[in-house]
């Protein structure tokens, strides 16, 4: 355990600090040179200090997997889609799943089908799920393999396309979750320890999943490297509710129960987040899906909060935004707004006034601006409205959504406050917040006597550092309650 800190810079140009730590605690703040050197005591030699990292936003299990799964996400068309699959047919053994993620098909010049990737892998089962999540791309014996839970007719349909979206994409999905516990295990501690390396200490886990057992099991086994809510879906409340679950109930020292998640529409890229005007040709799915409607959503939630559930709502689409801030405001109780990325101006206020918090994502804006200008023509000054929001005193916090982006808040501050990327002019660029205004949104906690010593020192003040430089931050130390969860300091190397 660390039990003081020397000679680091706080952020807005005050003096240099001695910190002290006793029982994860920060106990003391000091002028710089008031600790002497010693056991426990780590020098940061005038690096900048700040609070620990939140994603407020992860699929950690998803995440652990993904880093490990065929990368098409930079192909540029389902041929080409392919033609990666039929690389990687032959390092595959034979009979296995080929599983790959990340492929955007909204802006392709050819359509995907299922007869295309059963040229690609004959002899293979194949499943590539979209970046968003929300669509899944099957060859027919990987329809054949994970399509008796589906509906016949949507099943049929899907032999022609080889798409499924929404629920049967869903489903397909929490089958390639049936790598054995220990090796998913491995995998998310594998991953926290990445995520310890960029300066996080805490995450909004929801997989979508009974992740309960998950945790107990991780924990029991020792996992403590970051600091984990996980969230409960509506097909497990009963079952939470029936495990006396609520939200801040402790499962160990670093995890908790988070919030009720409710997913009411789709995703931009798959074409299906509801929205009040239509798509261009689009003709099955006109505004997208609302997947649960108000009539349902607010039961849900009054259930849920009685039950002590924080709420969380999954709303992409104007439509969505707007029947979910009318079940919060029908509820007289606040909540989240994952996602939050295209807002009518005359909902912005509500999000202060109801006391909901926009969870967004804003890295999903760098990815997804083209597509924006595509199927939201006129709108997108009102996408990934960060500034508007702000301005109308909403609280944001800020996520990945990992696997949709990195698990990275750096990359997710610079995309807020820079609103570009790859040296592109920047997408509505005055939607941008302040680098302050991000890292709040970042953080849960401050550098202050009283505060858990969960704290992260860098190399570059993050105020001032441009877009490319937030994005690679150097991250030197890592505190999860005054431990250390990663370190790239020569003192702490040699120890």
């Known amino acids: 355990m660390i039990r003081a800190i020397r000679d680091a810079r706080p952020l807005g140009g005050h003096a240099p600090i001695d910190v002290t730590i006793a029982d994860g605690v920060i106990t003391g703040i000091h002028p710089a040179g008031t600790i002497a050197a010693g056991e426990g005591v780590v020098d940061l030699d005038g690096r900048f200090l700040l609070p620990g ?97 589906l509906p016949v007719a949507e099943l049929a349909a899907a032999r022609a396309t080889g798409l499924l979206r929404e629920e049967a994409a869903f489903a397909v999905t929490r089958q390639l979750d049936a790598a054995p516990d220990d090796v998913l ?49 509506p097909q497990h409340l009963d079952r939470a509710i029936e495990a006396g679950l609520r939200s801040g109930a402790v499962i160990s020292e670093t995890v908790s129960v988070g919030p009720l998640k409710v997913i009411t529409d789709g995703s931009l890229n798959t074409r299906t987040a509801y929205c009040c005007d239509p798509y261009p040709e689009e003709a099955e799915h006109p505004y997208g899906l609302l997947t649960v409607p108000p009539c349902d959503l607010h039961p849900l939630l009054a259930r849920a909060s009685e039950a002590g559930f924080a709420l969380a709502v999954h709303a992409i689409g104007d439509g969505a935004n707007r029947v979910a801030l009318d079940v919060f405001h029908k509820l007289g109780r606040g909540g989240r707004i994952e996602h939050a990325q295209l807002l009518h101006d005359s909902d912005l206020a509500r999000f202060a006034a109801l006391g909901v918090i926009a969870s967004v994502q804003p890295e999903h804006a760098m990815d997804d601006r083209d597509v924006a200008e595509r199927f939201w023509p006129g709108r997108t000054r009102r996408a990934f409205a960060l500034r508007s929001l702000l301005d109308a005193g909403a609280t944001i916090v800020l996520g990945s959504d990992a696997p949709v982006a990195p698990l990275d808040p750096w990359v997710a501050i610079a995309a807020a406050t820079t609103r570009s990327r790859d040296g592109r002019d920047p997408f509505h660029g005055e939607q941008a917040i302040t680098p302050a205004e991000a890292l709040a949104a970042s953080t849960r906690s401050l550098v202050a006597v009283g505060e858990r010593a969960d704290l992260v020192a860098v190399e570059t003040d993050p105020l001032t550092a441009s877009g490319d430089a937030l994005r690679t931050m150097p991250v030197a130390l890592t505190l999860l309650g005054g431990r250390v969860t990663h370190a790239a300091l020569p003192q702490l190397a040699r120890s």
């Open 53 to 149: 990292l939140w994603d407020e936003h992860v699929h950690l299990t998803q995440w652990a997997q993904h880093r490990r799964r065929l990368d098409v996400s930079g192909a540029s068309s389902a041929r080409d889609v392919a033609d990666r699959v039929a690389d990687a047919r032959a390092h595959a053994a034979p009979g296995d799943t080929i599983v790959g993620g990340g492929f955007r098909d909204a802006l392709w010049p050819d359509a995907p089908s299922a007869a295309l990737l059963d040229a690609a892998a004959p002899d293979h089962p194949v499943v590539l799920v979209s970046a968003d999540v929300h669509c899944a791309w099957l060859n027919s014996a990987a329809l054949d393999r994970f399509g008796a839970e």
């Open 185 to 233: 295990d491995e995998w998310v501690t594998e991953a926290a320890r990445e995520a310890a390396a960029r300066g996080v200490v805490g995450v909004v886990d929801l997989e979508m999943r009974w992740s309960l057992d998950d945790w107990r099991r991780r924990t029991a086994a020792g996992f403590d490297g970051l600091r984990v809510e996980f969230g409960v879906y």
